[in-house]
């Protein structure tokens, strides 16, 4: 063989060179697309899991600002020669600022003086009243007007006095023009006595004037307009009342307080007592208590809504009194002490109510300002003193700062950081004594008629409705779903399951809103004219259940043929529907027989128990109903993925189908069951279509079967659209979706745990 013989033998055997689609293998590809598919699982596990920590993150968020502490900046100090030195008279001192935080004022004598910050720059008026001269010996500001004084003078007279801000806009920028005017002045003091201290009051009905003279002496004035005339026109005229209040304690009095409808006078010793007077009508004043302080009174002010009232001692204590009515006594209302804030150092010389809250900032004679919440119970602001004492001082009207006098002639401006000073754990989690109320509360009731409203934001009514929801839901859907998946799994005819079952899981889709809208516009009312033969019905349903099995196994096994059979089914339904019908048709008469002809006031005078149409009943039928199908589809599967060799295996030593169900089945199954349990749970906490429609949605802290509730996310849903963004109850919202997000994980958290134990106990099933 030659040399090219033999090559081309050699190029003949040499393999072909591979090509690309060679390379290729099926494998390759399979190899290729299994990394890929775990890539994807992969990372949209860890999104989940980023996911979920982004959402607790930006509730978090949310949350947080409403537990943040208030904070204070001094902005300017303006100094004021016309008050500086010692000896200045607090009576005769005020100041004010407009909602802008623009333009404030000192009002001294009848003689303001108007300053523009932020730099604090005088202003100058166009005009300016012109008193005649008159010598003015107090001021006294109308409370819930922040701008609107009644001046006592030295001879018994009032003059009323206000101040408006007229704000105008010139090629878009802002400017705020004060405006000064006076009223008629009018007696206060008949002996034209120097007036020593005033409380004046502009009301819709008139205008009120208490005024103690020097001698202690203690008058009550009201202008108010009288109709008179002819048969066929109205004419108005002004008309005064005036009567004299006299009594023990009058000539000590050192501060005055008027109420918003002019009906209350309420008066502060020197010698540390509270005194009370219904001036309702005027000519007859009547006394409605006194009350011990303990210490001289310096200060009294109305928080917004004129019910509760703060004292200021010479000592320093700042306390709220609230006034109460005994519904076992009657009578007049008492003022009760009902809470203490944190005390000052000096004696307290000015109260400043929010005109927006249940806030007010309060000043002493060593120069410390303070701002307080009632409701919360809580000092938010302490502004250390500077020896000075403050002459006045005012919350903006926004409660977004704060204007401040000293003896020292200088007029300080502060910026307030205070947006939420209601929220706080003790608040949102304890009981608290509101106004009106006589006794503390969990209490939710987030809103009003009124901007005095004192706000409710007790938290514990949302989550007792979410438990009271909860527990009666899944009384009801756990035993007719769990042993409902016992019999379709061990039990039924596989030809009759392979309907049930997937009629069962498509039930789960049905919206919940429809679901809630039946429930509250059709069963609701249907329950409340039935409900004597439901009663009935539930006791009578398990009795008879029990009493046709029994009866069942002493048949021929000819005519019972085998176990889960149609006609097996076919019996049950019919005494099911039978045994209903029977309750409904003698639900009158049941009515009759065991609950005195009236069901509703037998449960009231029984038990205690207040029947509504909208109950916690109606949810636990409707929100069982849409928990079921879920339920029952996990536990029905995991009962059926029990390997059958098990099962024939404990057949075949002897076990009945019952002993084979409890000692192996329901073992081997434990951790489905737990888990389809655990989701029914979580299904039913975060429910809000059924609750919100079907319920009464009152947040109320009571296990009575009978009575609505509401839940943390119905509550959300409700208020919502209607909370401003920003503030305390959009905030409080997410607070009670981040409870319901922490509840449900800590819950699934155990659940797992629970499960993994369960499923590494009872592997070897």
């Not at 009301?203 to 307009?225: C, M, N, P, V």
Request: aromatic residues 10%.
């Amino acid at each position: 063989m030659n040399d090219a013989d033999t090559t081309n033998q050699g190029e003949r055997l040499a393999p072909p060179s591979p090509s690309a689609s060679s390379i290729l293998t099926p494998r390759m590809v399979r190899r290729w697309l299994d990394h890929g598919a775990t890539g994807v699982i992969t990372i949209g596990g860890w999104a989940t899991i980023f996911s979920i920590f982004g959402i607790f993150a930006y509730l978090f968020i949310e949350v947080a600002p409403l537990f943040y502490p208030a904070s204070w900046t001094e902005l300017i100090a303006v100094r004021v020669d016309a008050v500086e030195g010692a000896g200045q008279d607090p009576r005769n001192v005020s100041v004010g600022i407009d909602g802008y935080r623009e333009v404030g004022y000192v009002l001294r004598e009848g003689n303001p003086t108007f300053y523009a910050f932020p730099s604090g720059t005088p202003m100058r008026l166009a005009s300016v009243p012109n008193f005649e001269h008159e010598d003015v010996t107090v001021t006294a500001r109308s409370p819930g007007t922040p701008h609107r004084y009644g001046l006592g003078t030295r001879t018994g007279q009032v003059l009323p006095f206000s101040v408006d801000f007229r704000v105008t806009f010139e090629n878009d920028v802002r400017r705020i023009e004060p405006v000064v005017t006076a009223g008629e002045p009018f007696d206060a003091v008949p002996t034209g006595a120097p007036i020593v201290w005033l409380a004046y009051r502009e009301t819709e009905s008139g205008t009120i004037a208490a005024a103690l003279d020097e001698s202690g002496r203690l008058f009550l004035t009201k202008i108010q307009e009288a109709v008179g005339g002819g048969l066929f026109a109205l004419e108005r005229e002004v008309e005064t009342l005036r009567a004299e209040i006299t009594g023990e304690g009058v000539e000590a009095i050192s501060v005055l307080l008027l109420d918003d409808p002019g009906e209350t006078l309420v008066g502060g010793t020197r010698d540390g007592r509270l005194l009370s007077w219904d001036i309702s009508t005027i000519q007859r004043p009547r006394g409605m208590g006194v009350y011990s302080v303990g210490a001289p009174v310096t200060a009294l002010s109305y928080l917004i809504g004129d019910r509760s009232i703060v004292v200021g001692t010479e000592q320093g204590d700042v306390a709220v009194w609230m006034p109460q009515i005994d519904p076992d006594v009657g009578g007049d209302p008492r003022l009760q002490h009902i809470r203490d804030l944190t005390p000052h150092a000096g004696a307290v010389t000015t109260i400043s109510p929010s005109l927006r809250d249940k806030g007010f900032l309060t000043a002493d004679a060593t120069g410390e300002v303070a701002v307080h919440h009632s409701t919360s119970n809580q000092t938010l602001i302490r502004v250390p003193g500077n020896g000075h004492a403050v002459l006045a001082a005012t919350f903006a009207p926004k409660v977004d700062g704060a204007l401040v006098l000293n003896d020292a002639g200088r007029l300080i401006h502060y910026a307030v950081e205070n947006d939420y000073p209601e929220s706080t754990f003790a608040s949102l989690f304890r009981p608290v004594l509101y106004e009106g109320y006589d006794e503390p509360l969990h209490v939710w009731q987030s809103t009003g008629g009124s901007d005095a409203f004192e706000p409710k934001f007790g938290l514990w009514p949302l989550m007792f409705g979410t438990l009271k929801g909860t527990i009666y839901a899944m009384l009801l859907a756990t035993p007719l779903a769990v042993l409902g998946a016992i019999y379709t799994a061990m039990f039924m005819n596989p030809n009759v399951r392979a309907v049930v079952k997937p009629v069962v899981e498509i039930m789960e889709a049905f919206p919940t809103v429809v679901l809630g809208f039946l429930a509250g516009l059709w069963l609701a009312p249907l329950l409340e004219t039935i409900f004597p033969g439901v009663v009935a019905a539930l006791i009578a349903l398990p009795l008879a259940v029990t009493t046709v099995c029994i009866a069942w196994q002493f048949l021929p096994a000819t005519m019972r043929g085998p176990s889960g059979n149609v006609t097996e089914l076919a019996v049950f339904f019919l005494i099911l529907c039978g045994t209903v019908w029977v309750c409904l048709q003698f639900n009158r008469q049941i009515e009759v027989w065991f609950f005195d002809s009236d069901y509703t006031h037998w449960l009231q005078s029984t038990f205690g128990l207040a029947y509504d149409q909208r109950n916690a009943l109606v949810i636990a039928f409707a929100m069982g109903m849409a928990v079921i199908p879920t339920i029952f589809s996990i536990s029905e599967d995991s009962l059926s993925n029990i390997p059958r060799h098990l099962i024939a295996g404990s057949l075949a030593l002897g076990a009945t189908p019952w002993q084979t169900l409890t000692k192996l089945v329901i073992i081997s199954a434990s951790p489905g069951l737990f888990s389809a349990l655990m989701i029914g749970l979580g299904r039913v906490v975060g429910e809000t279509m059924i609750v919100l429609m079907a319920t009464g949605n009152t947040p109320v802290l009571d296990m009575n079967l009978f009575n609505g509730f509401r839940t943390l996310s119905a509550n959300i849903a409700v208020e919502m659209p209607e909370a401003p963004h920003g503030g305390t109850l959009y905030r409080l919202l997410f607070l009670a979706g981040l409870l319901l997000f922490v509840f449900t994980s800590i819950v699934n958290t155990i659940a797992e745990v629970i499960r993994q134990r369960l499923r590494t106990r009872y592997s070897q099933f």
